[in-house]
Structure formats: C-alpha cells, structure tokens
C-alpha cells in the first residue's frame, strides 16, 4: 500500500441512521450515494449478495477494476486452501567446506525459502501475549545461537545469503521507481529481513535550520546516510516525508527537505537494494557478537547453482518460521506488501515448482477458475500484493472469492486476518459510531486515483452479506472517498 497518514474518518451526515428513516428501495439509496456530486465523476463498481446468493445491489459488477490491495484476497485465499494447514518455511544453514573442532574452513550459506517472518512485526490482536511479537533480531539471534550451539567459534569464509529459492528478478517490472524505494515495494527475494527496509528514525532539530536528527536501524554495517534535511517553521509541513533517496546500484542514501518543528518523532522505512547481503551480514554481525570470528565478511547470491553443493547434504542448523496463519496475518490485517509477494512467490515454487512471479499468478488464476469458480475474463492478475495498476478484477469476483471462502472447512487463518470495524487492523477507525461498528470484516485497499474495500457485513440475526466496493479514477481527497465507501457499506447493511 502506497504511504498514506489515514485521518479519523467520520461517516457523512447523509447516513440515515443517524436522522430520518432513509426513503426508496435499498438499490435507489445506494444509487444515491453513487451519484451524488462530486463522487459521480468517479467510476464505481459495487456488489453486494446475501447468503443465498442473492443479488442486494449491482453497479459495474462485471466490469474489470484496479483492485489495489484487495488484490490481497486473492494470495491469501489461494495459500490458504492450497498450503497444508500446518505449513512451516524452513530456513537453512549450509557448510561449503569442512568443520572440524569448531573450524569452518569455507563459507557459511544461509539459504532462504521465502519467509518473510525475520521482522519487528506482532502476529495477533493480543500484542502482550506469548510468542505474539518478534523484534528484528529475534529469528537472526535464534540462527546464531544454534551456530554457536553446534561449537562452531570460527569461519574463515563469508556468511552468504542465497536468496536463489525464488527467480532473480527482485523488483516487479510494473512497479514505480518511487515505489521501489519505500518499504512497501522493498526487493522480493528468497530471503528477507526487516521487511527488506532499513527505518530512519526522524527528530526534529532544536531550533529553525537546524539539521533534524536522523538514525536508523537495522545497521549491519552496509549504508551510509547524508543528512540534507532541515528543520523548518512549526506551522509548515514535513516533506523530509518524501525526501529518502538511494545512489542507484549503492547502499548510500540521502535524506532531503524539511521536518516541521513541532512535530513528534516519527519514522520512515526505505527499501534495501540487496535483501539477500542484508540478511548475511545481519547474521554476520549476531555471530560477531557471539565470539564467532567470521574472517571472509559476508556475500549474497541469486544463482541457484552457485551454492548447489552446499545443499547437497543436511544442513547445519534449520529453523522452521512461524505457523501459517502469522503468514496471512500481516497480509490481510495490516495491509503488508511484502508478506503478499513473497507467500506468492512461495505458490509458485511449492505448487507449480518456481519461485517466479509469473508461476505464482498461474498457481492464482487455476485456483480462482477451478476452486473458487470465477470465470476467466473476471480477473488479469499482475501481482500479489495490489501495487501494480496493471492488476484488474471484477466486483462480482470477489464477491465470489469472499463467499467460497466463507464456507472453506480451511478458512479460519483467512477469515481470522481480516481486519474488524473499530477494533483491528486497518479498519479500526473506520465504522466508528455507526450501525455498522464491529460488525465489518473486510479488506482495505489504496493506490493512487484508487480506493477499495471488499469483505463482509454480520448482520444481527447471524446472516452475513458479502460485499465489494470499488472507486477508480477519482482525483478527490482520500478521506471523502473512504467516508464514501463507508456511507455505501452501512446503506448495504441496513437491511431496508
């Protein structure tokens, strides 16, 4: 999802709910609202259906639309039905050379199948509970405390990341170039740490033109940073926001613009350019400061024959990643790229035999045509996570996704994941105060000129309608649109 700073959104006054009772058939309100200035220069398709599959309102539901991260749905549901349900990522540490009485004489491999677990990130609702959260040293520290625990003290080669688990091509083609700076379009590869991002803490400086303090971590020892940046006046704005950049080809950034006096520390995630020599010298550095002399520095490869032999034999150490739902999670509940591309990535390899993207999307359109039933000009698929405009889908599509999920014996990770009106994830200040609160379970989706939400309404007598809603082609402010949207979903679940 592009870097957007959600406001509190407050629900139009033209809800009914909170006046008179609404006049006309429930397909004349929603219409309404689809026509009301200036919302009616936006191109809208809506679709909604109660549990028998009736039809409760339908504005271009067969029409394709830029999903953007509802896309989401789609590698979220496909991994849940097709993964096994207690599906683990393994990731491994292989010897290329000897060990002999704690010597390593050669290189140290870490090789990677594609989980994107090794973050700061909490896997539930319950954050304080056991085992929710990982730091970003968590997974990292448990490698090197198993390398020390095999009595390994020395290692006159590299540690070397192998990312060669999925294909080379890192970065989407349909992706922006400012995209793939940020976070959100970080380097997909076999390996990740940290969301493949570094995060640029951001202070304000102590007085007017004063240079802002900036740090950032994970540092393992391969960035540099030129600080440029600027405090400015306390009633301007922060374009130090938009103003991270990367020499192409380097790890040396730049941070340029202004940080407004008065405002709170805050931080910035940039994009890393090799997520595989990332993760190595994280590593490197946890062995470092274990007592373990890692003479050879670290190295990183996506050639699947460059360390074939290594992983010829058992491996040194083998650590199995989080279970299968704290995968779907973050996809669904907070939006998270990454997650999305590479548990697509993980499709391809695992069912189809390559870590590509375009294996992935294969793997998607047979499981949405042969299981979930949607017929094959609802769909064009480009990538997993919704960031590309070149993906387009219909809202009856994901009405009908959402609907044979609803009903999967497989469906509890998915269904778990989806973010809940006023209460979890990315919908938590949405709903708020209306009829509908705690009663949404759907996905968000944004990018530009784009804005979506697709999921569920419970009604009060136990009954679900399943919905999609999607704007494109609008140039209004994001808060009117959503607060839109909203305004649609509680006319749909009035019943009336």
């Known amino acids: 999802m592009r870097k957007l700073i959600l406001a509190s959104l407050t629900i139009s006054t033209g809800l009914a709910a909170q006046g008179a009772p609404p006049r006309g058939s429930l397909e004349q309100r929603v219409a309404a609202l689809l026509d009301a200035p200036p919302f009616d220069r936006a191109t809208w398709g809506v679709h909604a259906v109660d549990d028998r599959g009736r039809v409760l309102f339908a504005r271009n539901a067969d029409r394709w639309f830029v999903p953007a991260s509802n896309t989401k749905l789609v590698v979220s549901a496909a991994a849940t039905v097709l993964l096994p349900a207690d599906y683990r990522i393994r990731t491994s540490l292989f010897v290329l050379g000897t060990l002999r009485e704690g010597v390593l004489e050669g290189d140290l491999v870490l090789y990677g199948r594609g989980d994107p677990t090794f973050s700061t990130r909490c896997y539930g609702l319950d954050t304080l509970a056991a085992g929710v959260c990982d730091s970003a040293t968590t997974r990292i520290a ?40 940020w976070y959100y379009g970080a380097p997909v590869s076999g390996l990740a740490y940290n969301d493949n991002s570094i995060d640029f803490r951001i202070t304000p400086g102590a007085a007017l033109d004063r240079p802002p303090e900036i740090t950032g971590s994970p540092d393992p020892g391969l960035w540099t940073l030129e ?16 103003g991270f950049f990367r020499r192409p080809g380097s790890w040396d950034y730049w941070a340029e613009g202004t940080a407004a006096l008065s405002r709170r520390p805050w931080t910035e995630s940039v994009a890393v350019p090799d997520p595989n020599l990332f993760a190595a010298r994280a590593l490197a550095a946890a062995l470092r400061a274990r007592g373990v002399a890692v003479e050879g520095g670290a190295a990183s490869t996506t050639d699947s024959l460059a360390f074939r032999a290594a992983r010829c034999c058992s491996p040194l150490v083998e650590s199995r990643g989080r279970a299968f739902p704290d995968l779907i999670f973050p996809i669904l ?79 509890g990770p998915f269904l778990t994941a989806l973010p809940r009106s006023g209460a979890r994830g990315s919908l938590r200040r949405r709903f708020v105060g209306t009829p509908l609160e705690g009663r949404v379970v759907a996905k968000t989706g944004s990018i530009a000129r784009v804005h979506t939400l697709s999921g569920y309404i419970e009604r009060p007598d136990g009954g679900r309608i399943t919905f999609a809603v999607m704007v494109n082609g609008h140039a209004l402010p994001e808060r009117l649109v959503l607060a839109q949207i909203d305004s649609v979903v509680v006319r749909l679940g009035s019943g009336r």
């Open 142 to 181: 448990a490698l090197a405390d198993s390398v020390l625990a095999r009595g390994v003290h020395r290692i006159t080669g590299r540690v070397v990341g192998d990312g060669s688990y999925f294909e080379p091509t890192l970065l989407h083609p349909q992706w922006s170039l400012f995209d793939a700076l």
């Open 227 to 242: 600080n440029r940046a600027r405090t400015g006046p306390a009633d301007g704005g922060s374009s130090i926001t938009d």
């Open 333 to 411: 509940s907070s939006s998270q790229n990454l997650y999305a591309e590479m548990l697509l990535k993980v499709l391809g390899r695992e069912v189809a035999g390559a870590g590509s993207w375009e294996a992935g999307l294969a793997v998607e359109r047979r499981f949405l045509i042969d299981s979930a039933g949607l017929d094959s000009t609802a769909f064009s698929l480009d990538d997993g996570s919704g960031l590309s405009a070149s993906n387009l889908l219909a809202p009856a599509g994901f009405t009908r996704l959402l609907r044979y999920m609803a009903g999967h014996p497989k469906a």
